[in-house]
């Protein structure tokens, strides 16, 4: 019975994970397509990108590839009456479900070393592949009628060509590398454009044309301008293109963020941030102590005993001249303004290092997050199924969906409001969880004791007499 209901759960479980991951790639495309398309990339570096990108969303198809698949199982043998063949021989829901359990414990435990270990390399590759990707250049293509400008210090325009794609007519080239405007113009009647065999140039071979060029105002300040113009037959232009070749970023400039961290190194990183936050906050008083004595001494939150009444009471400008009590008030408040944005920048210091700390936290949380969303997400669709008692992809397919979409509505808004301040990284990260698990325990335990509480008949029996009641109250009062 184990290794029966083993097999009936491993297909769907497999195959839902990958739809689930093959979906993902694709809303991965349509929102990167503009950055992909168009640059000349080679097929190795797109199927690298797709390979990172998939291991990044394996924490969110795992768990549904788990709802899904197990719903799937027990609704199948609900539907075809094997789980009521193996009630009448003794066994329990319970013990049915012991393989699955096991299973599930397990997987669990690759999803924690999955996150711990293997999706913080997945993050680091994928992060630094897509920020290359997405600053490469597009592809060389000049078209006609069109000013090109891609490559640095040159416009490019083609007036015409012709259907090999080497041979062009009408050739202007802006040579703006002096940074000077355009003061340097090459016209050919026509020419050819081809690239070097190893891809680092551009070569343009230009016929019957004409270089014009403008020299602006020297340094002695002549009004003359001399303009130059050169007539010739022939010549030939050479571009480089290393521009346009796709640079690998060092991986080192990534490694800290908090999403390519494990837990040990979040553990080092969150630690080292609260120490150079409690450093900050001593700076801090320290340089208010040092630059702002006179405001600490009459503050009351410092000096509980000082007498700030009387020192407001005495007229302390009336023992000057006007012009010098000006000079002292127009102090006070450059001083008063001085401290108050000193305190507003620290203030806003404070909150940036705070929110660094948080995401910390929080990514410290997600680690086990996974695992026991798994666990979780399991004991609501095996018992589900059960009591459904509908196979494939059908029902089953609209409860699971329902039920993650739920799980992951709760886990963001979570993950939010501790991001916000208004939870601690431990009670966001975990709401969904204490949400869901005793919708799981339930949904076990009616299905274990075969409950009529989560049956339709059950609900459609009690909405009747709740609608029956209502009708005799109103049925009551109008008599």
């Known amino acids: 019975m184990d290794i029966f209901i083993l097999r009936s759960y491993l297909g769907p479980m497999l195959l839902t994970f990958f739809i689930a991951l093959f979906i993902l790639l694709m809303q991965f495309l349509w929102k990167y397509v503009d950055d992909i398309v168009g640059k000349g990339f080679e097929w190795y570096v797109i199927m690298q990108l797709l390979f990172y990108a998939s291991a990044t969303f394996v924490p969110l198809a795992l768990p549904l590839a788990v709802l899904l698949a197990s719903l799937m199982t027990f609704g199948n043998l609900g539907e075809h009456y094997e789980l009521v063949a193996i009630k009448a021989a003794g066994i329990s829901f319970r013990r049915a479900m012991m393989p699955l359990v096991v299973f599930s414990v397990l997987l669990s435990a690759f999803a924690f070393y999955f996150s711990n270990n293997v999706l913080p390399v997945a993050n680091l590759k994928f992060g630094t592949l897509l920020y290359d990707v997405r600053e490469k250049k597009p592809a060389l293509s000049i078209n006609e009628g069109v000013f090109y400008n891609d490559i640095d210090g040159y416009t490019i325009r083609i007036g015409k060509k012709e259907a090999d794609g080497v041979t062009l007519h009408n050739i202007m080239i802006y040579d703006q590398t002096e940074d000077m405007g355009n003061i340097n113009l090459t016209v050919a009647e026509s020419g050819t454009m081809e690239n070097t065999p190893d891809k680092r140039f551009l070569i343009f071979k230009l016929f019957n044309g004409n270089n014009y060029y403008e020299k602006l105002r020297d340094a002695s300040g002549s009004q003359k301008?001399?303009?130059?113009?050169?007539?010739?037959?022939?010549?030939?232009?050479?571009?480089?293109?290393?521009?346009?070749?796709?640079?690998?970023?060092n991986e080192d400039l990534f490694k800290d963020h908090y999403q390519m961290l494990n837990l040990v190194q979040l553990v080092e990183a969150e630690d080292t941030l609260r120490k150079e936050f409690v450093k900050r906050e001593e700076d801090t008083y320290n340089y208010i102590l040092r630059n702002f004595y006179f405001y600490t001494v009459i503050d009351t939150t410092v000096y509980p005993k000082a007498d700030t009444a009387k020192a407001l009471k005495d007229d302390f400008i009336a023992g000057f001249s006007p012009k010098e009590g000006k000079v002292l008030v127009d102090r006070a408040l450059n001083s008063a303004r001085g401290v108050n944005e000193q305190l507003e920048y620290i203030a806003k210091d404070y909150q940036l290092k705070n929110e660094i700390i948080v995401r910390h936290e929080i990514e410290w949380h997600r680690k086990f997050t996974l695992s026991i969303a798994c666990l979780i997400l399991f004991f609501i669709g095996a018992p589900l199924g059960a009591i459904i008692r509908k196979g494939g992809l059908g029902l089953p397919v609209v409860f699971a969906t329902l039920f993650f979409i739920l799980f992951h509505i709760v886990s963001i808004t979570g993950e939010k409001a501790a991001r916000e301040g208004v939870m601690s990284a431990m009670e966001g990260m975990w709401l969904a969880s204490l949400i869901f698990l005793p919708i799981g325990v339930l949904l076990t335990y009616s299905a274990s004791t075969d409950s009529r509480i989560m049956s339709g008949d059950f609900w459609i029996s009690f909405f009747k007499m709740i609608t029956g009641f209502v009708k005799g109250i109103f049925v009551k009062r109008k008599k």
Do not use: I
């Not at 301008?225 to 970023?249: A, I, N, V, Y």
């Open 225 to 249: 301008r001399p303009f130059q113009r050169t007539k010739f037959k022939e010549e030939m232009r050479r571009f480089d293109l290393s521009s346009f070749k796709m640079s690998r970023t």
